[in-house]
């Protein structure tokens, strides 16, 4: 059975930094894209970032676009999110999912999601 497990989320300051860690299991891990998105009260789950299968490629959100970056290690099934630079605006649940081989930014295209991780900025 599929599991995709997050971590790293906690409180940190303004302009401080987190790294997310995603643990995947039950798939093939290196055969499928990998993306993070994150949900806040209130608000519709939203991308953030994303890498294929490979790592040849990968997508940001412009919020993060300079702040954040996707990285994968295939050996250990496991991708990652480096966030620098936090702001409060990112406070919100983030969670990890997969979806064969294509890259997305859609959520709905994705069939794997973790249980999410709390990222909490204050400022």
């Known amino acids: 059975q599929v599991q995709l497990v997050e971590s790293g989320g906690g409180l940190v300051q303004a302009g401080g930094s987190l790294r997310l860690s995603c643990a995947a299991s039950g798939l093939p891990f290196s055969n499928y894209a990998m993306g993070w998105f994150r949900q806040a009260p209130g608000k519709e789950r939203e991308f953030v970032a994303v890498?294929?299968?490979?790592?040849?490629?990968?997508y940001y959100a412009d919020v993060v676009k300079g702040r954040f970056t996707i990285s994968r290690d295939n050996v250990k099934n496991t991708g990652y999110l480096q966030m620098n630079s936090l702001k409060s605006e990112d406070t919100a649940v983030y969670y990890c999912?997969?979806?064969?081989?294509?890259?997305?930014?859609?959520?709905?295209?994705?069939?794997?999601w973790g249980q999410g991780t709390q990222v909490t900025v204050s400022s």
């Open positions: 890498i294929s299968w490979n790592a040849g490629s990968t």
């Open positions: 999912a997969a979806r064969p081989f294509t890259v997305s930014t859609m959520p709905n295209d994705f069939g794997s």
